[in-house]
């Protein structure tokens, strides 16, 4: 039986607060509903609401797809000239790290040049938590992080001197990776 995003949604947010993975089996019929109620989420302006909920959902499946990458992309894009949706780009950013780092890292399959392009942008922000989770992303991306050295290596000067949890974290996120490509190089 066909369950629509919404109560998928309320499932999976009802199994989360108990404690439980909710473990969703993507198919193509959700693989292709959630398409489109993304499409239609992020056409005009941004229904945050939607959006939330189809990031919950694929942030919760148990298998990957690389057919959402495309949604993805233009999601980065819509979101992250905006700090209105700094919290629906952090939730853009860690669904990502399954469904397009993930699934290129299991299936072998190259992630595409326009992903880490997005990533460079945002690595701008000046939102820590939103730089947190960008480093969170490269760092699961393994050695094809060594793409994204130059910029992230440019974030440590100006992130010594910061206080907040997230700059904290983003901080060791940088060491870490710094101390995997020596690794990298040997």
């Not at 460079?120 to 991306?141: G, H």
């Not at 000067?157 to 907040?164: A, H, I, V």
Request: hydrophobic share 40%.
């Amino acid at each position: 039986m066909f369950m629509k995003y919404q109560d998928l949604y309320q499932e999976t947010i009802e199994k989360l607060k108990k404690g439980e993975r909710p473990l969703i089996k993507l198919d193509q019929t959700l693989i292709v509903h959630l398409r489109e109620v993304w499409s239609e989420a992020i056409q005009d302006n941004i229904n945050e609401v939607s959006l939330k909920q189809i990031l919950c959902i694929l942030d919760n499946t148990q298998n990957m797809s690389r057919e959402f990458n495309e949604h993805f992309f233009v999601t980065m894009e819509k979101l992250h000239v905006h700090t209105k949706y700094d919290d629906l780009l952090i939730y853009t950013l860690a669904a990502s790290q399954k469904h397009v780092v993930g699934e290129a890292l299991k299936s072998g399959v190259m992630i595409p040049a326009v992903y880490f392009d997005h990533l460079k942008k945002i690595l701008e922000t000046k939102n820590p938590e939103v730089l947190e989770w960008t480093l969170r992303t490269i760092e699961s991306m393994g050695p094809l992080s060594l793409r994204l050295q130059k910029e992230v290596r440019t974030l440590k000067p100006s992130l010594l001197k910061l206080f907040n949890e997230h700059q904290k974290a983003a901080f060791s996120i940088v060491d870490f990776l710094e101390k995997e490509w020596e690794r990298m190089k040997l």
